[in-house]
């Protein structure tokens, strides 16, 4: 389903010379901090200022949001600061409450993204309101849904849409909370081209020292804005203390983050740029030439395991292989999450030829 320009007018609208920033409190925790916290980012680089009224929490007994409640703190947020104001919905109650009170952006999160039925629910609840609407990637790293998302509220005739990603959980992931995944944002950026894309570093990082560095990863993948955790105390919140930030330390990341160009017509740098990128796709031949045969290898390796019977999975010989490829890939200057990741999908089809054989 196509995406066109009307999706992102929004956006454009605004007239920003920065990227978006979407700023505020993972929680709305009592009327005096989302004011406090609102006025003190007045003075900052954000555009929308971001509080969640409901939590979804993975297990029972936190801190689930005040409710309804906070919706007039809102409110009082977009009379007082003139900013726009947003929060996340994960049902059709949530859409019905927040559209009475004004809310002017609506985002649905990674775990109402997972579940088809409920997305469904909020764009039925939407039908023929005319405001932005932000789809949160998956709490899992299936495109499939987070694209699926997307067209269901552009099917239900929403004209004016966004993504945020937030990162994608994982059973061992020890630099991030959620693994960022970049690759997955790119193929959902090729397949809706002109959908606004914004960050969530709060959720990616999981602590706030880390913050910059991804975000800068963001601009330079030319995504187009952030939505930031930001609170007045972050270390006594209510809720995800380790991944908020001050409005001071807001205003110190943005003024550090460096907006790239989209490309450049300086004719040195093209003859440079065309340069590389030739020795980049001759080198990309040769990686395919050496898959080739490394599988063809272990294709004769699966008829030898058939022949005798032996099972295909040799656990410990692939625990060694992995541990040495880490070892060499970090002599190269190669990261240990990169190099096992391309490893595992080698090793993956290399199964996957193997239980072929017969």
């Known amino acids: 389903m196509e995406i066109n320009k009307e999706n992102r007018k929004w956006l454009d609208s605004m007239g920003l010379s920065h990227p978006i920033v979407i700023a505020g409190p993972c929680s709305a925790e009592t009327e005096e901090q989302v004011l406090k916290t609102a006025h003190e980012l007045k003075n900052t680089d954000t555009n ?31 009379e007082e600061t003139g900013m726009l104001v947003t929060t996340e919905v994960g049902n059709a109650n949530h859409v019905e409450l927040a559209l009475k009170h004004g809310i002017d952006i609506l985002w649905i999160g990674a775990r109402t993204t997972v579940n088809p039925f409920v997305t469904q629910e909020i764009a039925e609840a939407l039908k023929g309101v005319d405001i932005p609407v932000l789809v949160k990637n998956p709490v899992n790293p299936d495109l499939a849904l987070w694209l699926g998302a997307v067209e269901r509220f552009q099917t239900a005739g929403i004209s004016q849409l966004g993504v945020i990603h937030r990162g994608f959980s994982t059973y061992n992931s020890l630099h991030y909370r959620n693994k960022p995944l970049w690759h997955l944002a790119i193929e959902l950026k090729k397949e809706f081209p002109n959908l606004p894309l914004i960050l969530d570093p709060s959720h990616i990082c999981g602590r706030r020292d880390t913050i910059l560095d991804v975000s800068q990863t963001a601009l330079d993948l030319n995504f187009d804005g952030f ?50 990128r030739k020795e980049l796709d001759l080198i990309d031949s040769n990686i395919l030439e050496i898959l080739s045969d490394r599988m063809g290898i272990s294709k004769e390796i699966g008829k030898l395991k058939h022949e005798e019977n032996v099972a295909i999975l040799q656990s410990r010989r692939w625990s060694d292989i992995l541990l040495k490829m880490v070892e060499g890939g970090n002599e190269k200057g190669l990261s240990k999450e990169f190099v096992e990741e391309v490893f595992k999908a080698i090793h993956v089809e290399s199964i996957n030829i193997q239980h072929k054989v017969k």
């Open 227 to 276: 939505m930031i955790e930001t609170h007045i105390d972050p270390d006594n919140a209510w809720s995800d203390a380790a991944q908020q930030i001050t409005p001071n330390q807001l205003n110190k990341i943005t003024a550090d983050l460096r907006i790239r160009k989209e490309n450049s017509n300086e004719e040195e740098f093209q003859r440079k740029l065309n340069m590389h």
């Open 48 to 78: 929308v200022f971001r509080a969640g009224i409901w939590k979804p929490r993975t297990r029972p007994g936190g801190f689930e949001g005040v409710g309804a409640i906070g919706l007039p703190w809102l409110q009082k947020v977009k």
